[in-house]
């Protein structure tokens, strides 16, 4: 009696564990079915999509996820990224770090939401004067400057580069700067991307 209970009990467990798992089938099946992707095969000669590392996929959710993992070999592969300079009335120029100027935004998320809004038909440079106006609202318009003068300056406008690295380099540069947080300027470094290119500037709106 004790035996045959057991072996219902088992039973019923793995009944459950079968349903939850089709039920997650159907689940990832139908939302696949309704989510929006988009075609980035026409966008691939724009600075923007010139990264192997972070290329965007097609959008996929589990279990239907389309990333190939590690399944795709690097040959002379490069990085892209974001720079962010922001421009004081004397015509200085000071870097800005993505993930503390604009939070909760980071460089790697901006890459990408950049990437998505012109694969889905919108203009990336709007993002990026949106942004403008974040920076203006959060550390000037707030005054917020007054507590991070050396960190956020009083800017006119935000020039916007974008960078190719070679792997190698690109690796070189990370372990000169250590951390993964804290960008330092290429500039003062013994390395350089291959191209460093302004992308936009956004002008400073002050009230």
Do not use: C
Not at 4 to 22: E, G, V
Not at 28 to 39: D, H, Q, T, V, W
């Amino acid at each position: 009696m004790g035996e045959k209970t057991t072996i219902n009990k088992r039973a019923l467990k793995n009944s459950f564990i079968i349903l939850m798992l089709i039920a997650a089938y159907f689940t990832g099946l139908f939302e696949k079915s309704i989510s929006r992707g988009f075609n980035k095969a026409p966008h691939m000669e724009h600075p923007l999509f010139k990264d192997d590392i972070r290329s965007l996929r097609n959008l996929g959710f589990w279990p239907f996820s389309s990333y190939p993992m590690f399944s795709d070999p690097y040959h002379n592969p490069s990085v892209f990224r974001i720079e962010a300079r922001g421009v004081t009335s004397s015509g200085q120029e000071k870097l800005l770090n993505i993930a503390d100027a604009f939070y909760p935004l980071w460089e790697n998320g901006l890459h990408r939401a950049l990437k998505r809004s012109l694969a889905l038909g919108k203009d990336p440079k709007i993002l990026l004067q949106s942004l403008s106006r974040l920076y203006h609202n959060r550390f000037i318009k707030n005054r917020w400057y007054d507590k991070h003068r050396d960190r956020f300056p009083i800017i006119i406008k935000i020039n916007w580069y974008y960078q190719l690295w070679d792997w190698q380099s690109w690796l070189s540069f990370r372990k000169w700067h250590s951390s993964l947080f804290k960008w330092k300027d290429f500039k003062s470094s013994p390395y350089s991307p291959t191209y460093h290119r302004l992308y936009f500037s956004s002008e400073i709106k002050y009230d």
